[in-house]
């Protein structure tokens, strides 16, 4: 009978334990989000419950199981996967807590600073670092785990950590596409080149930066579709970033109209209708002649906006807007395509 009772008591008493740590660390979390409101890491730390209470509860199984004296033939076995599950708990714990902890620090600045690009630059610093930490905890736990659980295992590592060098060398070979993406992303991430949330004109697509990773890029393009590129790319080809160096930005409308185009009105009519825009932020406007050829003009407006949401809003309406005020008022000025009446002849009724 103690050898049923013995058991079940010592694994109920260490659940029981671990389980009551865990709350007590959760309910202390609380108080403190609900004392400091301001702060949200506290609040944030709660993410970590569940693997923490994973964590205590193989650790402590892992100590305590020796008391339970159940004589397996292969108590080893037993010590050896609560050891790999402590670890790879262990490794859970610190990613929930590296994600809060980044989350945590982008917020506070985003409070403390009113420049969108430097906290733009943060998170896309803060999302490659959190990256980093996560594949490196992820590798190395699992390859402690695999060890642990595998101790035929460890012979064989000992001879690959020998021969690592040439091993390095065909590794590097072989994955020098991906290793090349790892330094252009760690090279945009702390070079300021490119950051989430910028809007880029890349392959001829305009859309925002939505995703950096260590490897790829995805670009938000203005219709929803998602351009995924690697990382590289940015590296060694020129792109149009619309967000670098702040976000305000002038855009432009052309116009291919007749010579007899009363210019100064068309150029009256624009300041006009773009005092009635909210899009328009006050800082220039202008409308010139470009070119002229023998049968029109090119006119160009141009307008400043706070953002490229904004201006690409903006050149539309304005787009529009003069067109029909044209056609309105001066529809002479619209370019005419020239054309005559042709006589039918029997040939071409044949």
Known sequence: MEEVIR???????????????????????????GRHPQNRLPSLLRRVHMPLQVFLATLALHFTYPLAQIQLRRDDVVLNVLAAMAILSAAWVVMRAVDAVAENTLDKYARRTHDVAKVRRLHTQLTLVRRIITTVLAITTAAVAILLLFPNLRTLGTSLLASAGIIGVIAGVAAQSTLGNLVAGLQIAFGDSVKIGDTVVVEGEWGTIEEITLSFLTVRIWDDRRLTMPVSYFNSKPYENWSKGGPQITGTVFLYLDTSTPV?????????????????DG???????TDSTPTGIQVRASMSARNPDDVWTLRCAVREELLAWLGREHPNALPRIPASVVERTPAMAE
């Open 283 to 289: 800082r220039t406007w202008n409308l010139l002649v």
């Open 264 to 280: 100064a009105a068309l150029r009256e009519h624009l300041g006009e209708y773009l005092r009635t825009r909210d899009d328009w």
């Open 7 to 33: 058991p079940l008591v010592v694994f109920a008493v260490t659940l029981a334990v671990t389980i009551a740590t865990g709350l007590l660390a959760d309910r202390l979390l609380c108080r403190a989000a």
